[in-house]
């Protein structure tokens, strides 16, 4: 491996790659606790984790892919990737399958791929290359120009529809944009004015998602119907108390009250098993984890690495943010994943790839700074 | 070595850095304060809510006594039923699943409809509610192939009660249904579905009979699947119950009426205990059990032969001749010389008017035995005019007659002895000499039901004791009240009626080897004076309707064990002619030589 610096290499992230590894550990093993039920006697274990496992280990082929491949060589791969994704998404609805009355894959043959994860990538790199040209705070041009590319898979995503993937890619691409900073010109009609559109997206939403945003504000009104969600999740993660009720013990998604157990109600699972203590170990974990890119970002060499740490920094956290509140009944339900604990096969993969180009990052911080 | 420089404007943003680290902190405090409140401060409350998830507490079905008859033979059963029954709180929905019950089952969707909002509030939400009580088998089978796609449909396996012999018990053991809505509310340990008595023994020992229902807990989990039971209270099963009736003779006794309407009592004198109750028509109780459809009902309320009636305790009818068994037992108490003769012409004259014997010429002259043997009316006239309704009133009261005789069976009537204040009160007309005469024969306003005359028959025969008529086997005598009657005067009407067997109206009832007693009866039905005119009409030549009622009240008694039988047949002519047979074929059994 001539391309890589040996001294590159004694500057691994030792800690962002342990806390991944950790929420990996735990997420599988609460996979393996969340894919279980009992039967009238015993418990049968779906296999869920072991797909899961077998997933982790081809992200981590990903992840040492862009690892290795030194990151500023990303630049030159944004426009195309980006390209290429729009190709896809535009795919789906002519060739997608469709599952649950939604077509999000494209079948491959040996698997369904689904193109929006894909989208989440290229937009992290063309946004931290657009936004980290330039040193000011963006102005309306610069801003109204990048939200535009971010919109063109958004909407295609949300077409599908898949409201949950194209908000995380308009979010990703969001965060990005308040990393950069915004004009005071431009920040301030914003502020006033994005609280009075909130409302009108309303009338964009499918009467789904409109009785999801109701039954979250009150969720007793229908406790069998879409409330039952919110109602058992609670259930689920409020009789852990402290200590929870050890690890295969939770009643509530043994016995399948729990809803969507596996996938994005996982961590229900784990608060209902571990407790209080498990929860804030799990939480400050992610915190960590969380903290360890920021660090990437604060230290990154040039501006592109720091936007791509920043942009990564904020996929995760939206996706922390609105996982937990939603399943801890502080939002309404939108299907999201928490990252390394819901199941979820090319989710794994896109989130280990990403922590590879977060530590390729990182340990590149070094390459042109006096020692 | 690459050069080593940091070119300008290669630095982070400071304010988004800043940002990110606000992120992490607001996320942190944010999740941390709502997991706190989640599993530390309503921890306890969430805890609660996931058991009652899990863990449904239910009622365990007791099996209701069994009934079996004095030997030992089974009458009333338990049968397992399978009723399809709805959790409402795992049916998603309710009106399509009430649809598809009523397409399966063929009930009509507005009577399902109906039912489930009536009981909704009856019965609790994770509870099966039990819509449909008794299951045919083909229509099991094709909801149990669906069931899976209707959540919330359950099958529950209950036991129903089944009456072997049909209408043979009907009138005593009534029936079982299920509880209605007052019940319901009324004993909250009932739930909808349950059956309980609602006629005859049935009812009366409903407390006995239905047991205790037990408890168990079950682990469902969401689809309502039971994984694990665990039972905390076992059922107590409703105790058994062993009737004092003869099954054989039961069953004897029904066939000598049928066809006929009419009842028949067969009693134990020492004890009081029934052997046979006979009321015909009769009905089949397992009808009732898993509910009659309105016009089954309406059949059988509007029957002309009222299958309903229980005619053993509910139909009174004037005694006839039969009461001067009691009008007798009066007259001897009143000290009146049994040996004094009076004449019988055939008629007899008070005021104006004229009262006629039976027997047109007359008996000529008659003493007490002749006059009971012969049922001589004039002499019996004289009795009335010389005792007046308040003596024989009292008689016949302190004979068990005008009231309940407190027999375990709902609705009993009381009968009638009639005073001068009642006929009053009644009619309001005074009470004038005429009706003691017809009084004194059984006729005018007397009315007596069977079980009072088997009573009364009994007591007669055991020596004075008015027993309580008893319907389990194992049921202690209960005196209720002892003759107004002289040890010899009773005595003399005891003897009297064996020679009513020997030589007089009861002929039909001989016996050899037995002693053998009775009184024939006709209750006329027509009022006596239309009678005079076309008197000697035969009782073929009358309308179903204007023929007499008959009785014959009798006991017999072979190597220390006597039984009173006691026959009332309606509209069936002359006592000793329509009655005697069938009391013959009674005593045929049980002095056969298999039953010694």
């Known amino acids: 491996m001539s391309f890589i610096d040996r001294r590159v290499l004694q500057h691994i992230n030792w800690a962002l790659l342990g806390l991944t590894l950790v929420l990996f550990g735990l997420g599988v093993l609460n996979l393996y606790s969340a894919s279980g039920f009992r039967m009238e006697s015993g418990v049968a274990v779906n296999t869920f984790f072991q797909k899961q496992l077998a997933w982790g280990l081809i992200g981590m082929g990903g992840m040492l892919v862009c690892i290795f491949l030194d990151y500023r060589h990303l630049t030159t ?3 195309p990737l980006f390209g290429l994704t729009v190709a896809l998404l535009v795919c789906v609805p002519l060739f997608g399958k469709t599952i649950y009355g939604a077509r999000r894959w494209l079948d491959l043959g040996f698997f369904n791929f689904q193109p929006s994860e894909v989208a989440k990538i290229s937009m992290l790199l063309l ?16 801003l109204f120009g990048v939200m535009f590319l971010g919109l063109i898979p958004a909407g295609l995503i949300i077409l599908q529809p898949d409201l949950g993937s194209g908000l995380s890619v308009l979010m990703l691409l969001g965060g990005m944009i308040m990393y950069r900073g915004l004009q005071k010109r431009v920040l301030k009609p914003l502020f006033i004015t994005l609280p009075l559109l909130l409302p009108l997206s309303w009338f964009f939403l499918h009467d789904y998602q409109k009785q999801r945003i109701l039954t979250f504000l009150n969720p007793g009104s229908d406790p069998l119907g879409s409330g039952y969600h919110i109602l058992q999740s609670q259930i689920a993660i409020g009789s852990g108390r402290m200590w929870g009720k050890g690890f295969l013990a939770g009643t509530q998604s043994q016995l399948r009250f729990l809803p969507e157990k596996h996938t994005d109600f996982a961590i229900a699972v784990f608060g209902e098993e571990w407790g209080f203590v498990g929860c804030i170990i799990l939480l400050s974990l992610f915190c960590l984890f969380l903290y360890q890119i920021f660090l990437t970002a604060q230290e990154a060499k040039d501006r592109f690495g720091s936007f791509l740490a920043a942009g990564v920094f904020f996929y995760f956290f939206w996706l922390v943010l609105i996982n937990m509140g939603m399943v801890l009944g502080l939002m309404p339900v939108v299907g999201i994943p928490l990252p390394f604990i819901s199941y979820g096969g090319s989710a794994m993969v896109v989130n280990l790839c990403l922590i590879g180009v977060v530590m390729n990052v990182s340990m590149r911080r070094f390459v042109f700074k006096r020692s | 070595m690459p050069a080593q420089y940091e070119p300008e404007g290669q630095a982070p943003p400071t304010a988004g850095l800043f940002l ?3 992120l992490i902190w607001i996320l942190f405090c944010t999740f941390t304060l709502r997991i706190w409140y989640l599993q530390i401060y309503r921890g306890a409350e969430f805890e609660t809510k996931a058991l009652d998830n899990q863990l449904r507490q239910e009622a365990m079905f007791a099996p209701r006594g069994l009934v079996r008859d004095r030997d030992g033979k089974l009458v009333a059963v338990n049968e397992p039923a399978y009723a399809l029954g709805l959790v409402r709180e795992d049916c998603k929905d309710i009106s399509a699943t009430l649809d598809k019950i ?9 009577e399902l409809r ?15 509610m039990i819509l449909v009580p008794d299951i045919p088998f083909e229509q099991l089978a094709v909801v149990e192939a669906n069931a899976l796609f209707w959540p919330g449909l359950e099958i529950v396996v209950r036991s129903k009660r089944y009456y072997k012999q049909h209408d043979l018990l009907a009138h005593v053991l009534g029936y079982v249904a299920d509880a209605n809505e007052v019940e319901l509310t009324q004993n909250p340990s009932l739930a909808l579905g349950d059956n309980v008595g609602k006629g005859g023994l049935e009812l009366v020992l409903e407390n006995r009979l239905r047991g205790t229902k037990g408890l168990r807990q079950v682990e469902v989990d969401a689809t309502g699947r039971r994984l694990k039971q665990t039972i905390l209270r076992e059922p107590l099963a409703g105790e058994h119950i062993n009737l004092s009736i003869d099954l054989g003779l039961q069953a004897q006794a029904s066939r000598q009426l049928e066809g006929q309407a009419g009842a028949i009592v067969v009693m134990e004198p020492a004890t009081g205990k029934v052997l046979a109750f006979v009321s015909q028509p009769s009905y089949d109780a397992n009808m009732f059990v898993t509910g009659l459809s309105q016009k089954q009902w309406i059949n059988l309320r509007d029957d002309p032969m009222h299958p309903l009636q229980n005619r053993v305790i509910q139909s009174m009818f004037p005694p006839g001749s039969i009461y001067k068994l009691v009008v007798g037992g009066a007259l001897l108490e009143d000290g009146f010389d049994p040996k004094e003769t009076v004449y019988c012409g055939g008629q007899i004259k008070l005021g104006r008017r004229v009262f006629r014997c039976w027997k047109k010429h007359g008996h000529g002259r008659v003493n007490y035995q002749k006059a009971q043997v012969e049922s001589c009316d004039v002499y019996f006239y004289n009795a009335g005019d010389r005792l007046k309704v308040e003596k024989m009133s009292a008689f016949a009261k302190g004979c068990g007659f005008g009231a ?31 009706d003691n005469l017809n009084m004194a024969i059984g006729q005018g306003f007397n009315l007596v039901t069977p079980i009072q005359v088997a009573r009364y028959i009994s007591a007669l025969v055991n020596g004075g004791s008015l027993y309580r008529p008893l319907l389990l086997a194992d049921a202690q005598p209960e005196l209720q009240g002892t003759l107004p009657l002289s040890d010899l005067n009773r005595t003399m009407i005891v003897e009297a009626m064996v020679e009513t067997v020997e030589s007089g109206t009861a002929r039909r009832l001989k016996r050899k080897g037995v002693r ?29 309707e204007e023929r007499d009622h008959a009785w014959l009240a009798s006991f017999g008694e072979k190597d220390g064990k006597t039984y009173v039988a006691v026959c009332m047949v309606e509209h ?13 074929a009674i005593y045929d059994y049980l002095f056969s030589e298999e039953r010694q």
């Not at chain 2, 009523?102 to 507005?110: A, C, F, K, L, Q």
């Not at chain 2, 109906?114 to 099966?128: A, G, T």
């Not at chain 2, 006592?575 to 069938?582: D, E, H, R, V």
């Open chain 1, 77 to 79: 791969l944004a426009w």
């Open chain 1, 127 to 142: 946004g931290a290359k657009l936004l980290s040209k330039g040193q000011r705070p963006l102005d309306w041009g610069m």
């Open chain 2, 20 to 22: 990110l680290q606000a």
């Open chain 2, 102 to 110: 009523s397409e399966w089952t063929g009930i009509d969707r507005d």
């Open chain 2, 114 to 128: 109906e039912k489930f909002h009536k009981y909704k509030r009856l019965v609790k939400p994770f509870e099966p």
């Open chain 2, 404 to 434: 309940v005789t407190g027999i375990a069976l709902p609705h009993e009537k009381s009968g009638l002895v009639p005073t001068p204040a009642w006929k009053r009160k009644r009619y309001g007309e005074p009470w004038v000499g005429g």
């Open chain 2, 516 to 544: 053998m007693g009775g009184k024939t009866g006709t209750a006329q039905v027509v009022r006596l004076k239309l009678k005079e005119d076309d008197e000697r009409r035969t009782t073929e030549e009358m309308s179903y």
């Open chain 2, 572 to 584: 069936g002519g002359h006592g000793g002619t329509a009655a005697g047979p069938i009391l013959k």
